[in-house]
């Protein structure tokens, strides 16, 4: 009896972890097959203010990159950006930096850019530095074509209401945006078919 309660246990804790993990890529499949996210978001209005949430043109913002020139959300409109916000610290975080450079490859880079903004340094809430992002760029043998920026978490917000910041529960959080720069989807985690499957859709492919 002792051993199948363990086994029980062990089975209910497996499907627990199965459905944490599993909620961003349902999220994404449940798409339809060939639709493009961009078909699900609605016309933006005339007074269509920028905000750093579903649907809505993404607030422009000017960080340096890991050669030190500034790089602006802006310089990549017309393309769908896929927007890693990580921290150096962090494990998963590193596994997503560790596919960035083949994600770039995948796409190319006449339609699709991919912008990492490190947030935090080598310890949680610390800002990093210059010579982090170079590091982390080189690392991951990241070019200007993928940047990787210096940011701090004056960059996000953990409340709602404040719009013109990203909106962030944990690292890494991805934010893809379309070609017009409007929010097409957020996900917590990483999960390299999740990544391949949303940037897909949102170049048509």
């Not at 890693?84 to 770039?104: F, M, V």
């Not at 013109?164 to 985690?189: A, E, M, N, Q, S």
């Not at 990544?195 to 859709?201: C, F, T």
Request: charged fraction near 20%; include cysteine.
């Amino acid at each position: 009896m002792l051993v199948q309660k363990n086994i029980f246990k062990k089975l209910v804790f497996g499907a627990t972890l199965l459905c944490l993990f599993a909620i961003p890529a349902c999220l994404a499949l449940d798409e339809p097959p060939g639709q493009c996210l961009a078909d699900d978001i609605p016309p933006p209005t005339q007074q269509d203010e920028c905000g750093n949430r579903f649907g809505k043109t993404v607030c422009d913002f000017t960080l340096q990159n890991q050669n030190g020139s500034y790089v602006s959300l802006s310089d990549f409109k017309g393309k769908v950006v896929l927007l890693d916000a990580t921290a150096a610290w962090c494990g998963p975080c590193k596994s997503a930096a560790a596919e960035a450079r083949a994600t770039q490859d995948k796409y190319g880079t006449s339609k699709f850019v991919y912008l990492t903004v490190l947030l935090d340094g080598m310890t949680r809430q610390v800002p990093p530095t210059s010579e982090l992002v170079k590091i982390w760029a080189d690392n991951y043998n990241l070019t200007p074509n993928s940047p990787v920026l210096l940011g701090d978490r004056n960059f996000i917000t953990f409340d709602t209401a404040l719009e013109d910041k990203f909106y962030l529960t944990g690292f890494p959080t991805f934010y893809l945006i379309g070609p017009k720069g409007r929010l097409l989807h957020t996900f917590v985690g990483f999960n390299q078919v999740v990544i391949e499957d949303l940037v897909e859709q949102a170049l048509c492919l």
